[in-house]
């Protein structure tokens, strides 16, 4: 029996304090590079582990992370409260109606993204030798959980460099994000019916297996029908009731990712799996407010994920396990299968070659996800700790160099002065309406002249449409609602300001008060990007402030023209 004593409770603290603070303190400094914070979670892991202070001062590295079983157990399961919060999280922010929506492609490419990197690592895995086998797993199994963890990109990875990138909001944004979601989705289901084969092995009977694979589609089909609707409801009656905000969703969502992880538990398949489909759920209700999510999302990200991260750096020796020619093995499979996979799916959804490109760029990077799922395959046996420590390297690589990539192909755009389509009549200095719908609507009869022969009501439709698919709102008071129209010869944007400011359920909770109108031709599908680019370089935080503040659409527009100048000798400095 191991009884928690005050010298446990002593080192716990110390532990999580050490860990924490150095993650928290080196993400933000990799955070100002460009980089993922993921990154500096695991090199505060290797410092303390086995690999760099255990080889300084292994009494130091013992005292500080005993192997007392009670002492592992305490941190171990903050650890993995983190991991389990952390795919709440993840389901929570993917965005599964708007991927449905666009489904007609989106699925096209995702079904491309799932099956031709399985083909690309699953024949050369079968070939590696016995010694990176786990000791539970067969060369099958182990081809089947490699290949499987090689179809997995990152999605809050990739979500963060369209965000620096300032593309998220474009339709390319939309498709590479729908995807990613199908995806995600499609292959946890594809690893949960792989965990029923490794079941078998282990002695689950084939009927056991039948159940565990029909159960675990069952309870996805349910969680994402039926079952979000059901949490709608009764965070609706919630709020009726007046529970106090945002602690009552809150405790409502986790109780949600608890249950569905129990439920997940039952049918046989592992605990994450739940909490993902759970966020998934809870993430589609209307009445979940962004700042919930955003406190939730603040509260997971910058407290437990760290220290799951950071664990895994304390548990494995990553220079005694790492293999230089089985880590370029892995990065080689993963990029090119991962990268062959979105091309293709690019090019027969009909994207142009460079927009393709983009999309595969986009899908490099493993993240998060993938060491997670390496995890699991290194705790049923399948895998050694040799192939784990290659895939945590191949993730965080990709995950570095997905940015500078696609940031590359961006600079293959011909830029083009956006504010030569906003002259001075297409400025509304003072919106009257109060909503986002009446205000797309109010801009669109403005532009009734502008947009000849082309019908108003279609045009307002279009873009009516395209912000039910994914709010165009972005962070600091702005929103760039936009479509792209058949026979529009040039592009054509409109600029509006609410001066009481709007609520437009953006990521931040603030206010829209600065609305983009952005229209373009179908055929000129590189404008979008090049607008909604140059509009996110111009509007810095000082421009911003004068164009509110500038009485006159001739000022405001003076203020927009000298801010675009600015941006420009800033990129030549």
């Given at each position: 029996?191991?009884?928690?004593t005050?010298?446990?409770?002593?080192?716990f603290?110390?532990?999580?304090?050490?860990l924490l603070g150095?993650?928290r303190?080196?993400g933000?400094?990799?955070?100002?590079?460009g980089?993922?914070?993921i990154?500096?979670?695991?090199?505060?892991?290797?410092?303390?582990?086995?690999?760099i202070l255990?080889?300084?001062s292994?009494?130091?590295?013992?005292?500080?992370?005993?192997?007392?079983?009670?002492?592992?157990?305490m941190?171990?399961t903050m650890?993995?409260?983190?991991?389990?919060?952390f795919?709440?999280?993840?389901g929570?922010?993917?965005?599964?109606?708007t991927?449905?929506?666009?489904r007609?492609?989106?699925m096209?490419?995702?079904?491309?993204?799932?099956?031709i990197?399985?083909?690309?690592?699953?024949i050369?895995?079968?070939f590696?030798?016995e010694?990176?086998?786990?000791e539970d797993?067969?060369?099958v199994m182990?081809a089947?959980?490699?290949s499987?963890?090689?179809?997995?990109?990152?999605?809050?990875?990739t979500?963060?460099?369209?965000q620096?990138?300032?593309?998220?909001?474009?339709?390319?944004?939309?498709?590479?994000m729908?995807?990613?979601t199908i995806?995600d989705?499609a292959?946890?289901?594809?690893?949960a019916?792989i965990l029923?084969f490794?079941?078998?092995?282990?002695?689950?009977t084939?009927?056991?297996?039948?159940?565990?694979?029909?159960a675990?589609?069952v309870?996805?089909?349910?969680?994402?029908s039926?079952?979000s609707k059901?949490?709608?409801?009764?965070l609706?009656?919630m709020q009726?009731?007046?529970?106090?905000?945002p602690?009552?969703?809150l405790?409502?969502?986790?109780?949600?990712?608890?249950?569905?992880?129990?439920?997940?538990t039952?049918i046989?398949?592992?605990?994450?799996?739940g909490?993902?489909?759970?966020?998934?759920m809870?993430?589609e209700?209307?009445?979940?407010s962004?700042r919930?999510r955003?406190?939730?999302?603040?509260l997971?990200?910058?407290?437990l994920v760290?220290?799951f991260f950071?664990?895994?750096?304390?548990?494995?020796d990553?220079?005694?396990n790492?293999?230089f020619?089985?880590?370029?093995?892995i990065?080689?499979?993963?990029?090119?299968?991962?990268y062959l996979a979105?091309?293709?799916?690019g090019?027969l959804i009909?994207?142009?070659?460079?927009h393709?490109?983009?999309?595969?760029?986009a899908?490099?990077?493993?993240?998060?996800m993938?060491i997670?799922i390496?995890?699991?395959?290194?705790e049923?046996?399948?895998?050694?700790?040799?192939?784990y420590?290659?895939?945590?390297?191949?993730?965080?690589f990709t995950s570095?160099i997905?940015?500078?990539?696609?940031?590359?192909?961006?600079r293959?755009?011909e830029?083009i002065?956006?504010?030569?389509?906003l002259?001075?009549?297409?400025?509304l200095?003072?919106?009257?309406?109060?909503n986002p719908?009446?205000v797309?609507?109010?801009?669109c009869?403005?532009a009734?002249?502008?947009l000849?022969p082309?019908?108003?009501?279609?045009?307002?439709?279009a873009v009516l449409?395209?912000?039910?698919e994914?709010?165009t709102a972005?962070?600091?008071?702005m929103a760039?609602?936009?479509?792209?129209?058949?026979?529009?010869?040039?592009?054509?944007?409109f600029?509006?300001?609410?001066?009481?400011?709007?609520?437009?359920n953006?990521?931040?909770?603030?206010?829209v008060r600065?609305i983009f109108?952005?229209l373009?031709?179908k055929?000129q599908?590189?404008?979008?990007?090049?607008?909604?680019q140059?509009?996110?370089?111009?509007?810095?935080a000082?421009?911003?402030?004068k164009?509110c503040?500038?009485?006159?659409?001739?000022?405001?527009?003076e203020?927009l023209?000298?801010?675009?100048?600015?941006?420009?000798?800033?990129?030549?400095?």
């Amino acid at each position: 029996m191991h009884l928690m004593t005050e010298t446990h409770i002593l080192i716990f603290l110390l532990q999580v304090a050490l860990l924490l603070g150095f993650a928290r303190a080196l993400g933000e400094v990799f955070r100002r590079f460009g980089q993922p914070s993921i990154t500096a979670e695991i090199l505060v892991g290797i410092f303390f582990g086995p690999t760099i202070l255990g080889r300084i001062s292994p009494e130091a590295q013992e005292w500080l992370f005993p192997k007392d079983e009670a002492q592992v157990k305490m941190l171990g399961t903050m650890a993995w409260m983190g991991i389990l919060l952390f795919l709440l999280k993840a389901g929570l922010e993917t965005n599964f109606a708007t991927a449905w929506r666009q489904r007609h492609h989106a699925m096209r490419l995702s079904l491309c993204d799932l099956t031709i990197p399985m083909v690309i690592a699953f024949i050369p895995c079968l070939f590696l030798p016995e010694i990176y086998m786990g000791e539970d797993g067969s060369p099958v199994m182990f081809a089947l959980f490699v290949s499987v963890i090689m179809t997995i990109s990152a999605l809050p990875v990739t979500a963060r460099v369209l965000q620096d990138l300032k593309i998220y909001r474009t339709d390319l944004g939309l498709l590479i994000m729908s995807a990613l979601t199908i995806n995600d989705v499609a292959g946890w289901i594809v690893f949960a019916i792989i965990l029923g084969f490794v079941n078998e092995e282990m002695g689950m009977t084939p009927v056991d297996m039948i159940f565990v694979v029909g159960a675990t589609l069952v309870f996805a089909t349910f969680c994402l029908s039926l079952g979000s609707k059901w949490f709608n409801k009764v965070l609706g009656v919630m709020q009726d009731w007046k529970v106090p905000e945002p602690s009552g969703s809150l405790s409502l969502v986790v109780v949600t990712g608890l249950l569905c992880g129990a439920a997940t538990t039952w049918i046989g398949i592992h605990a994450l799996f739940g909490f993902f489909i759970g966020g998934i759920m809870a993430g589609e209700a209307v009445n979940l407010s962004q700042r919930t999510r955003h406190v939730f999302s603040q509260l997971v990200q910058a407290i437990l994920v760290p220290l799951f991260f950071a664990a895994i750096g304390l548990k494995l020796d990553f220079l005694e396990n790492f293999d230089f020619m089985l880590v370029l093995f892995i990065l080689g499979i993963g990029i090119v299968g991962r990268y062959l996979a979105a091309y293709v799916g690019g090019r027969l959804i009909g994207q142009p070659s460079l927009h393709s490109r983009l999309i595969a760029d986009a899908h490099i990077p493993g993240g998060e996800m993938q060491i997670i799922i390496g995890m699991l395959a290194l705790e049923y046996g399948v895998i050694t700790e040799t192939v784990y420590v290659a895939i945590v390297f191949g993730a965080i690589f990709t995950s570095v160099i997905s940015g500078p990539l696609m940031e590359r192909l961006l600079r293959q755009i011909e830029k083009i002065d956006w504010l030569a389509f906003l002259p001075v009549d297409h400025v509304l200095p003072d919106l009257q309406s109060r909503n986002p719908e009446d205000v797309i609507r109010e801009i669109c009869l403005h532009a009734g002249e502008a947009l000849e022969p082309h019908d108003l009501e279609a045009v307002t439709q279009a873009v009516l449409h395209r912000e039910g698919e994914m709010s165009t709102a972005l962070e600091d008071c702005m929103a760039v609602p936009h479509a792209r129209l058949e026979g529009l010869a040039r592009p054509v944007v409109f600029f509006g300001r609410s001066i009481q400011g709007i609520d437009w359920n953006s990521a931040d909770g603030r206010s829209v008060r600065l609305i983009f109108l952005i229209l373009t031709p179908k055929d000129q599908p590189d404008a979008q990007i090049q607008i909604l680019q140059g509009i996110a370089k111009t509007l810095r935080a000082e421009v911003r402030n004068k164009v509110c503040e500038a009485p006159t659409g001739t000022e405001i527009l003076e203020q927009l023209r000298a801010g675009s100048i600015e941006s420009a000798k800033r990129k030549k400095h």
